[in-house]
């Protein structure tokens, strides 16, 4: 196939000289050198007084510890190369952040509940379509998720989140589900209707039908659930996954063999990279660089073609995206 443009050119002979590297034993760092990152699992709260990444003992609450966070989680974003993070927070903390960030296509994660700390402030459980419409429409939101309602104790079939299937599809906007059956213990006071059984993909199979173009992609695979994913992804071509927290906190023996599977069943393409927990972007990152049958590709795919791809992003953006990769790696030094 012929290159039309010379920055794929560029970008061509870039990656044959990291496979070269590679070959010969390449670093983690070296392969992170030119290499744009895609992080399609951020989470957007406020600021938390027990933090070890950005809280000074002497701050204890307010405003001042929300912009704390804020500037430790635009920086932490630069220091790993994330061009780009699909990030959900209640209304209040997607809209700054969007305002905050454009590398930040922020979203709400729904439903909300006020008995949840995380989920402050919450207003009201479950929004009308009319009010999803105007708050995506005034604060500037691009995606959807994390969705808590496993955690609320109710299906993703019941008719109070209706809105927001219909939302995400009319706008196309980029939605990201809970679908394992972890984590192993929840708060029981904050979640008394916990529902661990309602993150099976299977259960997104109506909302599918009704909706075939939704970009939904699914959350922590490679756990529980793994064959109900792998079979929603192959009758759905829209449907991608993560493999975040998973591939961290669960042996290896457990998630290995479902990644496997999925790279078996031809579905290694539709797999992003995300973070999922605070702090942990590098320690994700290195993960997937320490996956040693994947190959340089695939790896680099995982890290950003893949999720560009599930994004529509164009050939102006992703070579945008190499060149500020480029900028934050100076700016670093």
Not at 101 to 115: K, L, V, Y
Not at 265 to 294: A, C, H, K, P, Y
Request: proline share 6%; with cysteine; charged share 25%.
């Amino acid at each position: 196939m012929r290159i039309s443009t010379p920055w794929l050119q560029n970008l061509c002979i870039f990656f044959l000289c990291v496979s070269v590297q590679m070959a010969a034993g390449q670093t983690f760092e070296q392969f992170m050198r030119g290499q744009p990152v895609i992080d399609v699992h951020l989470h957007l709260y406020r600021g938390d007084t027990r933090s070890e990444h950005y809280n000074p003992d002497h701050l204890n609450k307010g405003e001042a510890l929300d912009s704390l966070r804020e500037e430790w989680v635009m920086g932490t974003l630069s220091r790993n190369q994330v061009v780009l993070a699909i990030a959900g927070g209640s209304p209040k903390y997607a809209g700054e952040y969007a305002e905050a960030d454009t590398r930040i296509w922020a979203g709400i994660t729904f439903p909300c509940s006020a008995m949840v700390d995380r989920d402050w402030p919450c207003e009201k459980d479950f929004m009308t379509y009319e009010e999803l419409r105007e708050l995506y429409k005034e604060k500037n939101l691009r995606a959807m998720g994390e969705t808590l309602f496993n955690y609320y104790g109710i299906p993703p079939t019941d008719p109070r989140l209706e809105p927001y299937w219909r939302l995400a599809s009319e706008l196309q906007l980029p939605i990201g589900v809970h679908a394992d059956a972890g984590p192993p213990s929840v708060n029981e006071k904050e979640r008394p209707n916990y529902r661990p059984d309602y993150a099976n993909p299977e259960l997104l199979r109506p909302v599918l039908q009704k909706y075939p173009d939704l970009k939904l992609y699914l959350m922590h695979f490679g756990d529980s659930y793994s064959e109900q994913a792998i079979a929603l992804m192959k009758d759905f071509s829209g449907v991608y996954c993560d493999i975040s927290a998973i591939s961290l906190y669960q042996p290896r023996q457990i998630w290995e063999p479902n990644l496997r599977r999925l790279f078996a069943q031809g579905l290694g393409n539709r797999l992003m990279f995300g973070s999922d927990f605070e702090g942990t972007i590098e320690e994700n990152l290195r993960v997937i660089f320490n996956i040693g049958w994947l190959n340089e590709a695939q790896k680099r795919d995982i890290l950003y073609f893949n999720a560009a791809r599930f994004l529509n992003l164009s050939e102006k953006e992703k070579h945008q995206h190499h060149s500020e990769v480029v900028s934050m790696m100076k700016e670093q030094r």
